[in-house]
């Protein structure tokens, strides 16, 4: 079986939770800001509580902040480099603009931070408070021009709104003016209300529903004929998305009204969008890869939180594609993703 032996993976998600959070300033402090406590150590590594609202929404391990744990377990993992970005719950879409705008830059330099302790290992993803379309654009342009940051991460929704809604057209089109790349992460997802069991399903089953309905709202409003530079991409796999997809189409050729509403072939618009591999499966991988086109699915894994891909390089290797194949989802088409100059290994300025 073809098979990439070589440490040189980069990993397009993973997250970061700082260890500790700023006071609020500005007045009473928002219900929903995020502190921390300490919690019980385990396996040798330090561990801390994510409070919210004076519950414990997740805790969370050292991994989580420290550049040297994270940098130590990429080698195992086949990894060369690892983008990383806020955890979602942290996106802030629910508080005042300026509530969300001070602890997503508080946030921001922390991970350019450190992505620039890494020495080129880490790539920094920001976020943006999408609430306001002015802050987020600012913000945007902080991220990527100030911190150097290759681009952002977003949530499948925005308080409901989701992001192929034209009231997000100036926020992407300043993500194409600048290059910026856009990585979607489901966040408060649709549906919560049909699933039976306990809190955990909200990322089993709820996040890749909320992921594939973002993505097919991309390409209903045709926002990559708009901007066809644009570089976007969606979490676990697309999540549903390549079980609507083929529905889409045949509505398409189908539906006079989606026929006018849908410029393109939804197939050919969906195969301008990358995707992430975190889909646990091989054959899902092998299908996705079919469905979307070899080169637009990259290393995904959700480190460092338990419910991550621990060997995504093997996983992406029993596909049984090709070498070339394996190179493309490995870290040739994340290369491309992120902007990175293929000579310096630097993320580019430009909207190549």
């Known amino acids: 079986m073809t098979a990439l032996p070589c440490a040189c993976g980069i990993d397009v ?14 007045g009473p402090m928002p219900k929903l800001w ?29 991994k989580c902040w420290s550049t040297t744990r994270r940098l130590a377990d990429l080698p195992q993992m086949g990894l ?16 005042e603009p300026h509530e969300a705008q001070q602890l997503l830059r508080f946030l921001n330099e922390q991970i350019a931070a450190m992505a620039a302790e890494s020495n080129g290992a880490l790539i920094g993803m920001g976020a943006v408070p999408l609430q306001d379309l002015d802050l987020a654009i600012t913000e945007l342009r902080y991220a990527v021009e100030v911190l150097g940051m290759v681009g952002v991460e977003i949530g499948s929704n925005v308080n409901g709104k ?26 408060k997802p649709a549906g919560m209300d049909r699933l039976v069991g306990p809190p955990p399903l909200q990322q089993v089953l709820a996040y890749p529903t909320d992921v594939g309905l973002a993505a097919a709202s991309v390409i209903t409003s045709n926002l990559m004929m708009r901007h066809p ?28 009204a989606l026929k006018e509403q849908v410029q393109t072939s939804p197939t050919e618009q969906a195969r301008k969008l990358y995707f992430d591999t ?15 086109g070899s080169t637009q699915l990259m290393l995904g894994t959700d480190y460092p939180f338990n419910f991550h891909d621990r060997t ?6 029993a596909t049984g594609f090709d070498a070339a194949v394996l190179k493309q989802l490995t870290f040739k088409n994340a290369e491309r993703f992120l902007g990175m100059n293929l000579h310096t290994q630097a993320p580019a300025r430009t909207n190549a």
């Open 278 to 292: 975190l889909v646990f499966d091989t054959p899902t991988l092998q299908h996705l890869t079919n469905m979307f």
């Open 312 to 317: 995504p390089v093997d996983r992406v290797n």
């Open 34 to 62: 995020p502190s921390t406590a300490e919690a019980p150590n385990a396996n040798g590594l330090c561990h801390r509580h994510i409070m919210i609202a004076g519950k414990n929404y997740r805790t969370v391990s050292e």
């Open 229 to 256: 530079k644009l570089r976007i991409a969606f979490s676990h796999g697309g999540g549903t998305l390549a079980s609507l997809l083929p529905r889409l189409q045949q509505g398409w050729s189908v539906f006079p």
């Open 162 to 187: 989701v992001i192929g809604d034209p009231h997000f057209e100036p926020f992407f089109e300043a993500c194409e003016a600048l290059g910026a790349s856009v990585f979607v992460h489901a966040v």
């Open 80 to 95: 060369a480099k690892q983008v990383i970005s806020p955890m979602p719950e942290l996106f802030s879409y629910w508080f």
């Open 13 to 26: 998600h993973a997250h970061v939770v700082p260890e500790k959070f700023p006071a609020y300033f500005g």
